[in-house]
């Protein structure tokens, strides 16, 4: 069951697709410092365009989450159920699933959201994290299988590098 819930986390990775400044290891980091970090990491030209960066409230986070994956949701669901889950367990994974989602990037307009709740040098990870995937849809990086992983890669190194340990 353990390689069935991994394999269904990366299915669900795959399937998804801020006008102020963020607070990161005490200090404040703009989002476009962010935006050029991340390009810098992934070796690519930043360009003009930018994805807008949205932080909202938690509810309305989640809200906005389930409404812009709704159609990819589902068909996980599918998915999992046709791998043998049955519909309670697959819809109960799918609710845990979706509660630890920190931020997201809408394939359709590339705007990035953000859990507003956020530890604020956390919150600036994640934006790397979400810049991330704005550079690999925009420059078709990586297969989609990978993505997940290298924004998972990045985020980490930003926190290695900008957030204080304990």
């Known amino acids: 069951m353990?390689?069935?819930r991994s394999m269904a986390l990366i299915a669900f990775l795959i399937f998804l697709g801020i006008p102020c400044s963020?607070?990161?290891?005490?200090?404040?980091w703009d989002p476009e410092e962010i935006f050029s970090w991340v390009a810098r990491q992934l070796g690519v030209l930043p360009g003009e365009e930018r994805p807008r960066i949205v932080e909202l409230p938690e509810q309305e986070f989640r809200e906005q989450f389930l409404k812009s994956t709704e159609k990819s949701l589902k068909r996980l669901r599918e998915s999992l159920i046709g791998m043998g889950w049955d519909r309670v367990e697959a819809s109960n994974y799918l609710e845990n699933l979706t509660k630890d989602v920190a931020g997201f990037l809408t394939k359709k307009d590339l705007q990035i959201y953000i859990k507003g709740s956020l530890e604020p040098?956390?919150?600036a990870s994640i934006v790397a994290?979400?810049?991330t995937h704005f550079f690999q849809v925009k420059y078709n990086l990586?297969?989609?299988?990978v993505r997940e992983f290298q924004a998972e890669h990045i985020e980490r190194k930003y926190r290695e590098e900008y957030c204080p340990r304990p």
């Open 2 to 4: 353990k390689c069935k």
């Open 22 to 28: 963020i607070q990161a290891g005490g200090q404040e």
């Open 129 to 131: 994290h979400e810049i």
């Open 121 to 123: 040098c956390y919150k």
């Open 142 to 145: 990586l297969g989609e299988e």
